[in-house]
């Protein structure tokens, strides 16, 4: 089991940066696919951010974050970090992190464990 724990979010002005963060305790962790995902107010489902390998060689990115944003992870810290650049409006939500075991999916229903959420609210 995983204990993940999000953070950083927050609120900026369109155009600037925030870092989101998502640590867990077990040693464990770097067994792990993680995913960032956000949910809208909205919204009725949680949509695919970004994702990394458990090794942190491969990341994939939706098409609407693609160059603004960019996934990492540190197995050493047992943490995944979204770094969000040029932020918009309409990224305003509430970001989850989730752990896939093994292999990641863009698929928010495949994941095993997930985050409490972290606000992020981009001002126009």
């Known amino acids: 089991q995983l204990h993940l724990v999000g953070s950083g979010g927050g609120l900026v002005q369109a155009g600037g940066s925030l870092r989101l963060s998502c640590t867990a305790p077990?040693?464990?962790?770097?067994?792990?696919?993680m995913g960032w995902f956000r949910q809208a107010a909205s919204g009725n489902e949680r949509e695919f951010v970004a994702r990394i390998s458990w090794t942190g060689d491969a990341t994939y990115y939706a098409d609407s974050v693609k160059g603004r944003f960019t996934i990492s992870r540190d197995n050493d810290k047992n943490a995944v970090y979204l770094q969000m650049s040029s932020l918009k409006p309409e990224d305003t939500a509430v970001y989850y992190c989730?752990?896939?075991?093994?292999?990641?999916?863009?698929?928010?229903?495949?994941?095993?464990?997930w985050g409490q959420g972290t606000q992020v609210t981009v001002s126009s």
């Open positions: 989730a752990a896939k075991y093994y292999k990641g999916s863009d698929d928010p229903n495949v994941y095993d464990y």
């Open positions: 077990e040693p464990t962790f770097s067994s792990y696919a």
